[in-house]
C-alpha cells in the first residue's frame, strides 16, 4: 500500500484555516490555495533525487548538485486542481501540464472521462495528480487508472483534505500511489461533502454557486 503523508507544517495548517473558514473570500481563498499548493510542492520534492555537477564560481571549481532522475508532470482534475497548478509551477517551472476532466454519471454515480491532454512522454515522467478534495476517492481513482493506462508508471496524489474513506478507496485502487494531504478530515457526509472540509472546493475557487 503506498503511503499516507499528512503535511502537518505550521505555515501549511495555519492557512488551511482561513482557506476552511466560510467567511474567507473567493480571491483570498485562491491566493491561499495557491500559497499551500507551493509550500506542499516544496515537502512533496524532498525526496527528489540529485545528481553531483561541478560548478565554477567566482572563487574556483566547486562540486556541488542538481535535479537528476525523471521530469515532472502535474495533473490537476478538472475544474478544482486547477487552482492548484501555478503554485506547484512557482517551484517546479518546468513542470508540463497534463489535464484530466471527469463528470458523474447520473445513473452509475461512476465517473466519466471527458477530457484528457497529457504530455507526449507520460511514460518518462513523474506525475503529481492533484485535486484540493479526495472525498469518495472515485475521481482520483479514474483519474490515475487514465494516465496508468497511457503508460505512467510513477504517479503521487496531492490534496488538501482528504476523507478517510477517499483514503482508503484510492489506497486500494491504486497501492502503488503515494497520497500527500494537508489534512485528514473526519468524514464525508450524505451529500457527498467533506466534515468539515471548506464546502464546495470549485465553487470557492472560482466564484460560483
Ligand atoms: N468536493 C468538494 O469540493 N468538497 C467536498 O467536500 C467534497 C468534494
Redesign the pocket.
Known amino acids: 500500500m503506498g503511503k499516507v503523508h499528512v503535511f502537518d507544517h505550521p505555515l501549511i495548517q495555519h492557512k488551511l484555516t482561513f482557506i476552511r473558514d466560510v467567511n474567507t473570500g473567493t480571491k483570498e481563498f485562491r491566493e491561499l490555495v495557491d500559497e499551500v499548493a507551493t509550500l506542499m510542492a516544496y515537502e512533496i520534492t524532498r525526496d527528489m533525487p540529485l545528481q553531483k555537477t561541478e560548478v565554477e564560481t567566482p572563487v574556483m571549481m566547486a562540486e556541488s548538485y542538481v535535479l537528476a532522475g525523471k521530469k515532472l508532470g502535474i495533473v490537476p482534475i478538472l475544474r478544482?486542481g486547477l487552482g492548484m497548478v501555478e503554485g506547484i509551477l512557482e517551484l517546479i517551472p518546468a513542470a508540463k501540464v497534463g489535464h484530466i476532466g471527469l463528470y458523474r454519471d447520473p445513473e452509475t454515480l461512476k465517473p466519466v472521462e471527458y477530457y484528457a491532454k497529457l504530455p507526449s512522454d507520460v511514460g518518462e515522467r513523474e506525475f503529481i495528480v492533484v485535486d484540493?478534495?479526495l472525498?469518495t476517492g472515485g475521481s482520483a481513482v479514474a483519474a490515475i487508472d487514465s494516465l496508468k493506462a497511457r503508460g505512467a508508471t510513477n504517479i503521487k496524489f496531492m490534496c488538501l483534505i482528504a476523507a478517510p474513506e477517499g483514503v482508503q478507496v484510492l489506497a486500494d485502487a491504486h497501492p502503488d500511489v503515494d497520497i500527500y494531504i494537508a489534512a485528514l478530515d473526519e468524514k464525508l457526509n450524505e451529500h457527498?461533502?467533506?466534515v468539515p472540509?471548506?464546502?464546495?472546493?470549485?465553487d470557492r475557487l472560482f466564484g460560483t454557486k
Open positions: 478544482a484540493p478534495m472525498a457527498g461533502y467533506i472540509g471548506l464546502g464546495d472546493a470549485g
